[in-house]
């Protein structure tokens, strides 16, 4: 399925072929007929790249469990295990607070 859009091409191309290959008493049917296909084509195609976008794996732990905080700039910014999710923007994020002005957050991971 990864190679879904250049089938779709393809497929669009032999619709819109077929339909010239019609008679000239059919030729206006035809042309309708394959326009609605590759509307459909084309719908679909919009809706397969969320559908086919692998899923990324979420990271069992970030890279460092001790941050500085962003707060007391004390290198006390502790993940807290267990606490990893999605985020909004793609990535994922880890809770994390810290030991000494008791800050709490989320923050990006890689």
Do not use: N
């Not at 590759?38 to 195609?45: F, K, N, Q, R, Y």
């Not at 295990?81 to 923050?107: D, L, N, Q, V």
Request: glycine content about 8%; charged content about 30%; hydrophobic content about 30%.
């Amino acid at each position: 399925m990864a190679d879904a859009p250049a089938r779709f091409s393809a497929l669009k191309e032999s619709i819109r072929e077929l339909a010239d290959l019609a008679g000239p008493e059919h030729r206006e049917r035809a042309s309708t007929l394959a326009d609605s296909l590759v509307d459909e084509l084309e719908g679909l195609l919009g809706e397969m790249p969320s559908a086919l976008k692998p899923a990324r794996q979420r990271p069992k732990a970030p890279r460092d469990e001790v941050e500085r905080c962003p707060v007391c700039t004390l290198r006390s910014y502790h993940y807290q295990r267990g606490t990893i999710r999605e985020s909004e923007h793609g990535g994922f994020e880890a809770f994390y607070r810290c030991g000494s002005c008791a800050h709490e957050g989320w923050k990006e991971i890689q």
